[in-house]
C-alpha cells in the first residue's frame, strides 16, 4: 500500500518529530515540477493572500535568512510503494521555510503540504499546471 504522507526530517535543535508532511499527491507534483524547474524549496509566509499559502520556488530563488526558520527537508527519493518518473537523485533535499513571524503563530501546529486544483499565485511554480499548493494543519499533542 503506497504511503499516504512524506514526513520532513527533523531540522529544529532540541526537538524529536516532523513538523512539516507532504500529501502523496504533493510528492507526484513536486517530483513532475523538479524534473521542469531543478531543485525546489518551498516558503510559508505570513502575508495577505496568496502570501499565506506555501510558496514552491526553484532552490535559491527566495533568499531566506535569519527572519525565517527551516521547519524540514523532504527526500523526494522515499520509497512511495512504486512510483517511477523522478528526476530527484538524493543528492538535494526539499527545504521548507517558514517566516518566523508566522512560526510564532503555527507553532503548536503540525502542517501538511497537499494540492489542489486552481490556480494560486503566479510566483509558485505549480501555477502554470492548473494546481495550488495548500496548508493543511491539525493541533499537535505534545506528552504533558
Known sequence: MPHTRLDAAVTLPGEDFSRVALTAEAVGLLRKL??????LMFHQSGGCC???AP???PAGDFLTGDSDVLLGRFD???D????SGSAYDGGQPLEFWMSREQFGYWSHTHLTVDVVQGRGSGFSVEAPEGKRFLIRSTLMDWPA
Open 50 to 52: 496568496d502570501g499565506s
Open 80 to 83: 512511495d510503494g512504486g512510483a
Open 34 to 39: 523538479w524534473t521542469q524547474h531543478g531543485p
Open 76 to 78: 523526494l527519493s522515499a
Open 55 to 57: 510558496m514552491c520556488y
